[in-house]
């Protein structure tokens, strides 16, 4: 049985990650409409994991007994200046993301719940991923010399560079 906290604090979970998943596939959107289909598949792909991310939370408090309560979620931004705003965003997404696994895994841990802990850990490692992932492709925007602009061979570069990226950075599927 989990304490009310950590039933909380994963429920909330579950919800953050459907709001994830619902924020990328609204960036896979806007990247569509802007003719940039590798930052499109690289969103789709993104949003295709962080349900799994929810699915694997869900089924965890599913297992412990516990009834899942969704939250509601808001409509995601959908009106980016340029790729280099979109990527900005996500990765903030997921540094916010990264402090709520940290919560959960503080929680469980200080209250000796160590099947939770452990449970947790392998969201920790996935968060470093994610994490490192963006930041590399905003590194990549940076020695491209991209800034924003609407149009160029930065952007085309970039835009080549994200629709491979899930598998160099040896993306999980989940």
């Not at 906290?5 to 960036?27: F, H």
């Not at 806007?30 to 969103?43: C, I, R, T, V």
């Not at 590399?136 to 085309?156: F, M």
């Amino acid at each position: 049985m989990l304490s009310k906290t950590i039933y909380q604090l994963l429920n909330d979970q579950v919800t953050a990650e459907q709001d994830a998943a619902y924020k990328y596939l609204q960036m896979a959107a806007w990247a569509e409409k802007e003719g940039l289909s590798g930052a499109a598949k690289f969103f789709r792909v993104h949003s295709q994991e962080e349900e799994g991310h929810r699915d694997r939370i869900f089924d965890y408090l599913n297992e412990c007994g516990q009834e899942v309560v969704l939250g509601a979620i808001d409509a995601p931004k959908h009106d980016y200046d340029n790729l280099l705003e979109v990527i900005q965003a996500a990765y903030d997404h997921e540094k916010k993301v990264t402090g709520m696994i940290k919560r959960i895994a503080e929680a469980s841990f200080a209250e000796q719940d160590y099947q939770t802990f452990n449970f947790i850990q392998w969201f920790v490692a996935e968060q470093h991923e994610e994490e490192t992932l963006f930041m590399t492709v905003l590194d990549k925007a940076r020695v491209l010399g991209y800034e924003g602009e609407k149009q160029g061979e930065a952007l085309y570069l970039l835009d080549q560079y994200l629709a491979n990226a899930h598998e160099e950075a040896g993306g999980d599927p989940e």
